[in-house]
């Protein structure tokens, strides 16, 4: 596949050849565990699903294309169960002893994942405001060797300086490794590895797979030797995910850049119209000039993106205004073709209540979907009265 082809155009084709068998446009579900050998330990290229499969190459292949963009270097894509698969596999790269910095404002799964499992086996962490440079800097360690990022932030919208972050790592040593979940954002509108990131993780479950009907994980990277390490623990470990999977993410990725378009259009009009609304008292998204990130986001970033975050007076007010939604639906996850309403606090951050990093009850987190943004404001305008 060329590498000066359009994002567009890398969705559909990258990765996705015609069947040479049949000539079948799509790629095939190969629905099989194991493979026939030509002789003993003579394969086509494939020997056990656990390790390789043709659906998941292909899904691989596409992911590497659509995150690669301006960077010189080749990317490499490795496919997972999930997000948080993908997550603690990366994280299996660290060493006791070695330190995370990470933001105050990272997704409670993630938040979970660090403090009640892998801190256990020796590896530190701490938390920071990513979008403050001095903070950021005065956190690093000798022992620092990974920076974790979420730009924007989950649910609290926090725009991180990918560049500068990078170039910070850049001057220690030895040099930390960058890595950017990028699950927000999308390969459509942002792409670390151009802006120095050394990895890029991905819930594929999201607004890659797009329709709510797939949960998967991806990594992407370009460095050589660290993606033939993965790719030892993505076997080695085996939280893979299985070809129907793939095939549905794959399915989802060729209409990703038409839907985002439509995500960005309509949360920025309902950002807007929640700015004005005399219920919110603050509304969180990196479109609106008056956020303190909004212009860092404009360097880095096509638009703004689908999520939107508001608080209201207190978690009464929160709880009322989710349960009287009739088009948004009361729900966790994010990223698909429906909207979706939920509180942070009591949902998808439940595991970071009583840390520093808890959230405020009285915040509201949107998912905007592609509906009409029409329905989506009237929605709106009902349930906050």
Same mark, same amino acid.
């Given at each position: 596949?060329?590498?000066?082809?359009?994002?567009?155009?890398?969705? +559909?084709?990258?990765?996705?050849?015609?069947?040479?068998?049949?000539g079948a446009v799509i790629p095939p579900v190969y629905q099989t565990s194991t493979y026939a050998q030509e002789q003993v330990g003579e394969t086509r290229g494939y020997e056990y699903s656990r390790t390789g499969n043709p659906t998941r190459a292909a899904l691989e292949a596409c992911l590497a294309a659509l995150e690669q963009g301006s960077a010189a270097a080749p990317a490499y894509a490795l496919a997972f169960a999930s997000g948080m698969a993908a997550t603690d596999t990366l994280l299996r790269l660290l060493k006791p002893g070695e330190h995370v910095l990470t933001g105050d404002d990272v997704?409670?799964?993630?938040?979970?994942?660090?403090?009640?499992?892998?801190?256990?086996?020796? +590896?530190?962490?701490?938390y920071v405001d990513m979008s403050d440079p001095e903070s950021f800097e005065r956190e690093l360690r000798p022992n620092t060797r990974l920076i974790w990022l979420e730009t924007p932030t989950n649910p609290l919208l926090k725009i991180a300086d990918l560049a500068g972050i990078a170039r910070?790592?850049?001057?220690?040593?030895p040099r930390p490794w960058v890595a950017v979940d990028n699950t927000f954002a999308t390969p459509y509108l942002q792409q670390p590895l151009a802006l120095g990131a050394d990895f890029v993780v991905h819930s594929t479950t999201k607004y890659l797979g797009g329709h709510s009907d797939v949960v998967g994980g991806a990594i992407v990277t370009s460095d050589a030797t660290a993606y033939e390490?993965?790719?030892?623990?993505?076997?080695?470990?085996?939280?893979?995910p299985g070809p129907m999977d793939c095939w549905l993410t794959l399915r989802g990725i060729k209409t990703l850049a038409l839907r985002?378009?439509?995500?960005?259009?309509?949360?920025e009009r309902i950002a807007s119209f929640l700015q004005s609304h005399p219920a919110v008292d603050r509304v969180l998204y990196p479109g609106l000039e008056s956020h303190p990130g909004h212009y860092t986001a404009r360097r880095q970033m096509k638009r703004f993106g689908g999520m939107v975050s508001f608080v209201l007076k207190n978690a009464e007010a929160a709880r009322k205004a989710a349960a009287a939604t009739q088009v948004f639906t009361l729900a966790e996850?994010?990223?698909?073709?429906?909207?979706? +309403?939920?509180?942070?606090?009591a949902m998808t951050h439940a595991s970071v209540a009583g840390s520093a990093l808890e959230v405020p009850p009285g915040l509201v987190r949107l998912s905007v979907g592609i509906?009409?943004?029409?329905?989506?404001?009237?929605?709106?305008?009902?349930?906050?009265g």
């Open positions: 596949m060329k590498n000066d082809l359009r994002f567009e155009t890398l969705a +559909i084709h990258a990765g996705q050849e015609p069947d040479p068998a049949t997704y409670g799964g993630t938040y979970r994942l660090f403090e009640r499992v892998l801190k256990t086996y020796g +590896i530190e962490f701490s910070a790592a850049g001057e220690r040593q390490q993965l790719k030892f623990l993505q076997n080695a470990v085996g939280a893979v985002m378009e439509r995500h960005c259009d309509n949360a996850s994010l990223g698909g073709v429906e909207s979706l +309403i939920e509180l942070p606090a509906e009409h943004v029409a329905d989506l404001l009237n929605d709106l305008k009902q349930a906050l």
